[in-house]
């Protein structure tokens, strides 16, 4: 969509057009729920449509917040971040360094709701279980990252934004944005790296020790 063609539909939205929101609904929940499904594999599909539907009951309620400095997706998918990240939290909290939740090799895709189908040249189970795992880490070290670094990161390769998307969403320069992208990777490869091996980081104002 253009983005007088976006500026048109949130200007409807605002004016409470029940078909406007019907567009905006249909033209973002699959992407939104799709970005919240990559951002921990902690999420199950169930996981990733309440938080899309959260996140859109968030949108009706401060629609008028959003003043077109960035995409409205890009917009949508903040949103979606910071509720999957409260989300996170709250469960981590009560669980209290509790068990994993387990994740189905079987779940149904976000967007289509069709049922994964491995090819037949997918690595072996025990190679499947191991990427699953890595990924599980991954998340784990990027959410001990947290703050900014977290944002741009979740940005860049979950939502697949461009530099000059994420630019006008943080309000930075894409020079900024790239530099501190760069920058950002490397404090997670070095939270990751000890994490993957299975050494625990050094504590340090950064990485306090887990409470």
Known sequence: MSSAGESELVARCRRGDARAWDELFDQHYAAVARYVFQLSPDFSREDADELAQETFLSVIKHISSFHGDCQLQTWLFRIAGNKARDHLEKVRAAKRGGGRAPLSLHAEDPETGLMLDAPSHAPAPDGTLLNTERAWLV???L???????QEIIELRYFADLSYDEISRALHLNEKTVSSRLSKCLDKLEEIARPILTGVKPPVSPSNPPAT
């Open 139 to 141: 998340g784990h070290a």
């Open 143 to 149: 959410s001990q990252l947290g703050g900014p670094c």
